[in-house]
């Protein structure tokens, strides 16, 4: 045998294949990470000035022709209401002008991402200076002192995710990878739903009673834990039924690769580039920590949209999984093959000019 047709036997053109395609996501995985996160600046940051009002729009004209377009300022009418859209999320900052003094107060919240707030600080005390006037910094909505820069929020959605696509990966392929008929379809859902259950309370229990690394609510985020994993793993079972193992490469396509740096987590969505910054709001690692810093730090606030985001997955998931289940299934399938009305099972029909293992029963049929 010559080494070609050894190389042929070792390799087939199905390994050959799924080898191109980890190759590409690897390529992708690199592409995705960098293009996003190599060189972060903030762009069209939601600002408020608080200021008399002729001022006010004079500040608001210098703060939005900064060079670079870092910020999106709005006037807002009093440092009360600047921090109820703060912790709201309508705004990321806030500028308040002291009509008396020659010290100004920035308002931040670092809860929503450390890097955001420290970028903020730096281009207002900048500006500031260039009016001979200092800037003193309140942080509206902290970042707890065991959440270093904020990312813990991010890892717990990140922990959640790969628990998903892993544990519907493993769902998927443990039998082989046989299609999902729709006992095994029903099967698979129900034990996602109960792993969901359990990865949300464990990844609650991890940074809340253990280590202390997030305030808020502990079911809060138990529940948006169960709805992250459920959702991360209906969707890479409906790709797995409609694909097949490829499917499990695309999760890790939508969920890891575009989805983990698009998230928001590293650098908040404003100093991501356009592309990821778009993409972000709309997979389940953005929504998951956009939801997460916001039941820790802002109150519970502007989470409808991220968690219909997340349903929404679960919902389209679970769907075409159950869809998928109702093809037309193999007849070799031991499930599709009916009983005898006698209790006993058909034999397969003897070949041309034999015999079978026994008689049918007098008008009796066989199966088909």
Known sequence: MTFVDEVKNA????AALLVIGVLALQILFIASYIGALHKPKPTDVAFGVVAPQQMARQLVSELDGLPGGPLDPREVGSEDEAREQIMNR???GALVVSPEGRTDTLLVASGGGTALSGALERIITQAESSRQRTVETVDVAGASSEDFNGLSSFYLVIGWCVGGYLCASILAISA???PANRQRALIRTGTMALYSIAGGIGGAIVVGPILGALPGSFWGLSGLGALVVFAVGMITLALQALTGIVG????VLIVVVAGNPSAGGAFPLPMLPDFWRAIGPALPPGAGTWTARSIAYFRGNAVTGPLLVLSAWAVVGTAVTLLMSLRKRSPREPA????????GTDTAPAPSGGTGSGPAPSGGSTAV
């Open 11 to 14: 390799v087939t053109p199905r």
């Open 90 to 92: 309508d705004l990321y």
């Open 176 to 178: 082989g990878a046989k």
């Open 248 to 251: 499990i490469g695309l999760a």
């Open 336 to 343: 599709d093959v009916p009983a005898r009305s006698g209790g």
